[in-house]
């Protein structure tokens, strides 16, 4: 089964590359401590992702079976890069905004680069963030 490709607002692509149905789709971040959990979810589909901070990046985010994607998820079968970037692209809007989304040379770990994220519930200009 072939995958479906997105546009960037989530509408399926239709053959002449139009956009077509949008699918229903939503990214949950879940922490814990310095790492955490991103949920992919596409309509009812639903793929998990890991992610941690550190290193010379801020952070790091790769799809939990990427070696089995395409058996895992049948539903996203050759999106599994489009779906990395989204979910990473996400996790840098909602915990490092300003930082940027880089993609390691094999494809399968995302890299967010820029200024430091702090952790839950470290203060930050004044105000706790969540």
């Not at 879940?30 to 992702?49: I, S, T």
Request: hydrophobic content about 35%; charged content about 30%; overall charge neutral.
């Amino acid at each position: 089964m072939r995958g479906v490709a997105l546009d960037r607002r989530g509408f399926r692509q239709t053959e002449d590359g139009s956009s077509g149905v949008r699918l229903k789709t939503r990214i949950e971040i879940e922490d814990h401590g310095q790492c955490g959990l991103a949920h992919y979810r596409e309509d009812a589909n639903h793929a998990v992702f890991d992610w941690e901070i550190g290193g010379s990046v801020v952070a790091l985010v790769w799809a939990r079976d990427s070696d089995t994607w395409a058996v895992s998820h049948p539903w996203a079968a050759g999106r599994d890069r489009e779906i990395l970037i989204r979910v990473a692209e996400e996790l840098t809007r909602q915990r490092a905004p300003g930082c940027r989304v880089e993609l390691a040379s094999h494809g399968k770990t995302a890299y967010i680069v820029g200024k430091r994220m702090p952790g839950p519930g470290v203060e930050q200009k004044g105000r706790a963030l969540e």
